[in-house]
């Protein structure tokens, strides 16, 4: 029973942990959460190709690291591994503040209540049961390290010009 409780508590403890790291990024950076969102809103599919490149950038010496038999070698990999899912939370703030302000464009919240409400559908999307293990959560974490990506690098997608057409000619 015991065994029960301490996973029920730590699940508890992340799904609450969770939406406030999100919210920490987003009142301490809010430039760099700004430009995450503003990617993945106006290019989803450059962050999430962006973000594969650098998941499998990242994963190969990580998987390098962890199975060489040298204890130093093991602590380097899963700080490299600790260290990139932190950064890439980044992005997951920027992927909450676009559900977030399409949420309070729907009704009538203030940012800060729109942005914890779509960290919290983030998150509960990711916690579905097969549907969010498999396909939700791995989408939005590639998505993520891309609009991370772009964020620290501050490319800004490119703004869409509209030309006005061409007068046609008449003869006169």
Known sequence: MADISAIFFILLI???????????????????????????????????????????AV?????????????????IGWILLAAALAISSIGSAGIAAH???????????????????????????AFFPVLGWFFIFPLMLIMAFGATAFALLNWKPREKTVRAPEPIPTQA
């Open 14 to 56: 992340i799904g609450v942990a969770f939406p406030a790291m999100l919210t920490a990024w987003w009142l301490l950076f809010p430039s760099l959460v700004t430009r995450a969102q503003n990617r993945v809103e106006k290019t989803p599919m450059r962050a999430f190709w962006m973000g594969l490149a650098i998941v499998v």
């Open 99 to 125: 559900l977030g302000a399409r949420l309070a464009s729907q009704g009538n919240f203030s940012a800060l209540s729109g942005f914890v409400r779509g960290s919290v559908i983030l998150e509960l999307a």
């Open 59 to 75: 994963a190969i010496p990580v998987v390098i690291l962890l199975a060489l038999p040298f204890g130093p070698a093991k602590f």
